[in-house]
């Protein structure tokens, strides 16, 4: 009953700061004009991520008061992230500001957590320093990548959504009993949140989350996950194949843009999704929910039964991860994904 009533509380309180923010964006100079990285033409309010942080901050806070010191420490240190990415989004910050304060909690977070599950690839066991700091580069890599692809109406909410509810299935598949603890009950809290914000989000958008709520969400996703599977509950392929669809994108991007010898760490609009978006373009964003959907669709069709099969067959994990990003990396090339169009 309690669990209900936060993630309707959690639902609410996103949902109405969102509206509240969207009617005072212009005040608070929280009004985002088009850029060269942007995919719509008019000037739209942003920062409505802040109601997802809000919301799902109370909720966190409030599980972990005197039960959980690591949501609480997760919790607490996403918050600087999203300070630094509401300033970002009222006025522009340098590129070194915002990576050391990412390196800075993720760097938190490891140390916090003491020690995560090591991983092991036939004979060859990665753990210790070597882990730590591949955790560490991953971390700094998925709250950034997240951002990357925060560029359509809709995406980045329902992927948060997708992730973080399939992490919750698939953990009361295999560990009931974990139902009731502050870990997984936050994973639906910050859902609801979510679709509060994602109510004046979908397209067309009247709010964008800005990098308030994407890099806080990024990490958000990043902290759950890595706090699931130091509980045993999931693994890191489960978590590796449910963030597929951004990974492929955003990576294959990235790689294109350095091999074209671009200025691959400027803005730009150039990921496989922004060039759907453009070629689907139609009335009232039409393009932009039908990539959205078309997402959903791959994530819900595709990445939750392999995810779930990796859970059901660990000892077939390797090709089942290769089997979740083949066809996506394949496409995400055929798309044109990192060059000019």
């Not at 502050?182 to 609801?192: E, F, S, Y």
């Not at 990235?254 to 759907?276: F, I, V």
């Not at 994530?299 to 660990?314: D, Y």
């Amino acid at each position: 009953m309690i669990s209900l009533m936060l993630f309707v509380l959690s639902f609410l309180v996103s949902w109405r700061f969102t509206i509240w923010l969207l009617h005072r964006a212009e005040r608070l100079r929280l009004v985002q004009a088009p850029t060269l990285r942007s995919s719509h033409v008019q000037p739209i309010p942003t920062g409505g991520g802040l109601g997802i942080v809000i919301a799902s901050t109370v909720a966190g806070v409030w599980l972990a008061w005197g039960q959980s010191q690591s949501i609480l420490i997760a919790t607490a240190l996403a918050v600087p992230l999203a300070l630094v990415g509401l300033l970002d989004d009222i006025r522009h910050l340098s590129a070194r500001v915002r990576l050391g304060v990412q390196v800075a909690v993720c760097t938190g977070l490891l140390i916090a957590l003491g020690s995560v599950p090591e991983i092991t690839v036939g004979n060859v066991v990665l753990g210790g320093l070597a882990l730590s700091g591949m955790i560490l580069l991953v971390g700094v890599w998925w709250i950034n990548l997240f951002n990357f692809m925060d560029g359509i109406d809709g995406i980045a909410g329902v992927q948060a959504v997708f992730m973080l509810l399939a992490g919750a299935a698939l953990t009361a598949w295999g560990n009931p009993d974990a139902t009731g603890s502050p870990l997984w009950v936050l994973m639906p809290c910050v859902v609801a949140a979510t679709v509060g914000f994602l109510l004046l989000n979908w397209p067309p958008a009247k709010i964008f989350m800005g990098d308030t709520g994407s890099t806080w969400l990024g990490f958000m996703i990043f902290a759950l996950a890595l706090l699931t599977i130091q509980s045993g509950w999931l693994s890191y392929a489960v978590w590796l194949v449910l963030g597929a669809a951004f990974i492929s994108d955003a990576t294959v991007t990235l790689l294109t843009r350095m091999a074209r010898g671009e200025r691959w760490y400027e803005a730009h609009c150039n990921h496989a999704y922004q060039r759907l978006a453009r070629r689907w373009q139609g009335e009232r964003n039409a393009g932009h929910r039908s990539v959205v959907l078309l997402f959903a669709m791959v994530n819900l069709l595709w990445l939750a039964p392999i995810a779930w099969a990796c859970m059901k067959w660990p000892q077939w994990i390797p090709g089942l991860v290769i089997l979740a990003y083949a066809p996506l990396v394949m496409g995400t090339l055929a798309l044109g994904a990192g060059k000019p169009e």
